[in-house]
C-alpha cells in the first residue's frame, strides 16, 4: 500500500528526508522508505524535479503554447500523432484539450528562431496535423503552482505576539 | 494684555485610573525589542498562522470595498454573516442559533471576550479561569470589575483542568467559568466526558460558562466538543469564535458571539456605543470564508499537524520534555532541566542562539517552568532552532 501522506509531503518538497516524513507521519523510516520504493517503481512518483526560474540569471529562453488541429486517425485517435511530437525533446508538454483545438503543445527553445523553425519544420509537416497557431510567452507568472516573482508573503508578520 | 499665569501643582497628579495602572503590561515587550534588532534570529514565539488568507476570501475582501461595500452593517453584523454562521454552528456542532437575537459579529473574539465581561459581571462578581490561559483573559476580567480567579493545571494531566478544581474555587460570588480549550498556550484539548464534569459544575452552582474556541478547526487526531453542545448548556454559554485562525484571517479582526437573546443583546448594548460594528469588509471577507474557506482550512490543518510532530519529537529528543499539544498551534515544553526560571531560559535563549520563545510564566503562575513555542513557522525555521536549542540546552543542563 503506498500512503498518500507521504506523497502529499513530497509533492510539496521533493527534499523532505525519509526521517522526516517518518516524523511528519508517524510511520518509521523503513515503511516511508518502502513507500517511495514502491511509488516510484508504479510511476505513482514519476520524477523529481527543480522549478528553475533562468529569467533572475538572465538567461535567455523562449517558450511557445501552440494550438495543434489533427486529424485522428482510426484505431489509436490521437494518441499516434501526440506520441510523434512529444518525442521531440524540445516539447516541454502535451495536452489533448476539448474545444476548437486538439492538441496543447508547450515547446521550449533558446531563441525565438528556434522555436519557430521547430513549428514550421517539425509540427507543421507531421500529415495528421492540420494547421497550427504559435503563442510565444511573453512571461511567466507561475509555474506548477508556485509564483515565481513577488510570490513570498511569508515575513509579514509580527516577531512576537501572543 | 497677557494671560494670567496659571497655578501650577508641584507634582503632576497621574491621570491613569488606578484600574489600568494595577494591570501589568504584557510580558514580551523586551523580547520584542531585543528581536527587532537581531540578524539570523529565530521566532517561535508567533500566535498566528503563518500562511496568509486563502486568495478566495482576500479576494471577497477586494470585491467588497469595488462594490462600494464601504458602510457601517447593523450593530450585529451583517445579517448574511451572522445567517452562515449559524449554518456553521449548526453543521459542525448541531447547535441552533437564531441569527436574528443569537448572534453578534465583533471585532474579533478578543472584543467579544470584552464585550461578555462587561455585559456580565457586577463589582467583584468571580470568574474562574485555567491557568496558564490566554493573556487577555485576567485584564478583561479585571477591567469590567471582576476579580479572576485562577485555576491550576498541570502537565501531569496535560494541561486540562479538573472540573473538581473549578468546584473547589466555586464562592458566592463566582459569576462564570471562563475557559479556552484548544488551549493557548499549552495546546491542550479537552474530551467531551472531562467538559461534562465542567458543564456538571456550572450547572450545579448556577454558572455561566464563557467559552473561547478560537482554535476549535486546529485540533489532531481528536474531535473538539464545542461546550455549548453539551446537553443544558446553550443556555449557559457565551461561545466565542472566530476567522483568525480557522482561515488565517488574524488581521481582518472578526470574530462571533453566541449566547441566549438577552446575553447578546447586553452584548450588543456596549458593541453598539464601544465598536458600533464590525468592519464590513471583513465581514465580506468571512462569509466567503464559511461559504468556501474548507477545504484551505483542511490543507492548513494538515500541514500544521505534520510540523506539530516535528516539534514535539524535536523537544523530547534535546530533552525538554513535552506532553503531545492535540489543538491550536502550540507546544509547550518543560525548561526545568535547565535550572532556568522561564524568563531567564527565553532571555538566555535569544541573546546566546537567537531563537524567540514566550516564557511561559506570561500566561499565569502554573506557566513557570515552560515556554511556549509556535509550529506555525517554516519547517526549515522548526528544524534549526530545534537544532540550536539543544546546543542550548547541553549547555545549561
Known sequence: ?162 | MSPRPVARPKRARSFISQRVAGISPSGIRKFFDLLTTMEGAISLGVGEPDFTTPWHIREAGIYSIEKGYTMYTSNKGLLELRHEVSRHLYSRYGLEYDPDTELLITVGVSEALDLAMRSILNPKDEVISPDPSYVSYSPCTVLAGGVFVPVPTVVENDFKVRAADIEKRVTERTKAILIGYPNNPTGAVMERRELVEVAEVARKHDLLVVSDEIYDRLVYGIEHTCFASLPGMKERTILLGGFSKAYAMTGWRVGYAAARPEIIEAMTKVHQYTMLCAPIISQMAAIEALKAGEEACLEMVADYDRRRKVMLKGFNDIGLTCFEPRGAFYCFPSIKVTGLSSEEFAEQLLVEEKVAVVPGSAFGECGEGYIRCCYATALSEIEEALRRMGRFVEKHR
Open chain 1, 1 to 162: 500500500m503506498i500512503n498518500k501522506e507521504v506523497l502529499k509531503i513530497l509533492e510539496k518538497d521533493a527534499k523532505a528526508t525519509p526521517q522526516q516524513i517518518a516524523t511528519m507521519t508517524g510511520l518509521s523510516v523503513e515503511e516511508v522508505e518502502k513507500t517511495i520504493e514502491q511509488a516510484e517503481k508504479d510511476r505513482v512518483i514519476v520524477k523529481y524535479k527543480t522549478i528553475v526560474n533562468w529569467e533572475r540569471l538572465g538567461e535567455e529562453q523562449v517558450q511557445a503554447l501552440i494550438e495543434v488541429k489533427i486529424q485522428p486517425q482510426r484505431n489509436v485517435g490521437f494518441d499516434a500523432i501526440a506520441e510523434r511530437i512529444y518525442r521531440f525533446p524540445e516539447v516541454r508538454s502535451v495536452y489533448l484539450v476539448s474545444g476548437t483545438y486538439d492538441l496543447a503543445v508547450l515547446v521550449v527553445g533558446k531563441t525565438m528562431h528556434e522555436a519557430a523553425a521547430f513549428v514550421w519544420q517539425k509540427l507543421a509537416t507531421l500529415e495528421s496535423v492540420q494547421g497550427t497557431v504559435t503563442h510565444f510567452l511573453l512571461k511567466r507568472y507561475k509555474e506548477d503552482g508556485e509564483i515565481l516573482d513577488g510570490g513570498g508573503e511569508k515575513g509579514r508578520r509580527q516577531p512576537l505576539t501572543l
